[in-house]
T-cell receptor, first 113, second 119 residues
C-alpha cells in the first residue's frame, strides 16, 4: 500500500501558467520534503516542513512556494513555470529529523511546453 | 553548508561479486546521520542502510555494509554477493542533527552512482 502518494504522476503545463503538485501521506510523519530532480542528477532540496515549521532553502527560487494545510498533505506551487523547471518532483516524509528513514513518493514528472 | 560527493558516476559488477561505492561529505557538525538510498529505474527511492555519526561500529544490513570513517568524512557502501535486482542509482545522503539550527533535519543528497550488475 502506497504510503506517500504524489498526484499527478505526470503533469504538462504551459510556460508561465501556475501549476500545483500534491503530496499526501498516511504515515502521520512530522517532516515533509520537496525535492527537484533533473535527469540522472541528485535530488535538490527545495524546502521542508517540520510539522508546520517551514524551512526554505536559500537557493530555492521565489517562483516555488509550498503549503502544508495539515499533517497529511503538502503542496508545491510553481507560480510561473519556465522551461528550466521541467523535472521530476519528489515528495518525501520522515517521522522525525533524526535517524528515521525518509519515505519517498513516486514523483511527479513536470513538462513545461 | 553540508555537501555530499559521490565521485563515481557509474560502476559495474558481475553477479555474485562485491562492489564498493564511494561517498565523501563535508560538514562542520559533529553530530549527523548518513544514509544510502537506492533508486531503481522508474521506481521510488528506498532506504538501503543508515549510520549515526556518533556510533563507531559500521552498520550492516544483510548483504549491504558501510565503511564509516568519521575523521576522513567518508561513508562507502559495500554490496556483497551482488544480485541483478541491485541494479539502480545509489545516492549517499546526509542529515544534519544540529537541533535548533537552520539545517536541522535537512536531508542532502550526493550526485548518485549508477550501478550495473552483469549476469
Amino acid at each position: 500500500d502506497a504510503m506517500v502518494i504524489q498526484n499527478p504522476r505526470y503533469q504538462v503545463t504551459q510556460f508561465g501558467k501556475p501549476v500545483t503538485l500534491s503530496c499526501s501521506q498516511t504515515l502521520n510523519h512530522n517532516v515533509m520534503y520537496w525535492y527537484q530532480q533533473k535527469s540522472s542528477q541528485a535530488p535538490k532540496l527545495l524546502f521542508h516542513y517540520y510539522d508546520k515549521d517551514f524551512n526554505n532553502e536559500a537557493d530555492t527560487p521565489d517562483n516555488f512556494q509550498s503549503r502544508r494545510p495539515n499533517t497529511s498533505f503538502c503542496f508545491l506551487d510553481i507560480r510561473s513555470p519556465g522551461l528550466g523547471d521541467a523535472a521530476m518532483y519528489l515528495c518525501a516524509t520522515s517521522r522525525d529529523r533524526g535517524i528515521s528513514e525518509a519515505f519517498f513518493g513516486q514523483g511527479t514528472r513536470l513538462t513545461v511546453v | 553548508a553540508q555537501t555530499v560527493t559521490q565521485s563515481q558516476p557509474e560502476m559495474s559488477v558481475q553477479e555474485a561479486e562485491t562492489v564498493t561505492l564511494s561517498c565523501t561529505y563535508d560538514t562542520s557538525e559533529s553530530d549527523y546521520y548518513l544514509f544510502w538510498y537506492k533508486q531503481p529505474p522508474s521506481r521510488q527511492m528506498i532506504l538501503v542502510i543508515r549510520q549515526e555519526a556518533y556510533k563507531q561500529q559500521n552498520a550492516t544490513e544483510n548483504r549491504f555494509s558501510v565503511n564509516f570513517q568519521k575523521a576522513a568524512k567518508s561513508f562507502s557502501l559495500k554490496i556483497s554477493d551482488s544480485q541483478l535486482g541491485d541494479a539502480a542509482m545509489y545516492f549517499c545522503a546526509y542529515r544534519s542533527a544540529g537541533a535548533g539550527g537552520t539545517s536541522y533535519g535537512k536531508l542532502t543528497f550526493g550526485q548518485g552512482t549508477i550501478l550495473t550488475v552483469h549476469p
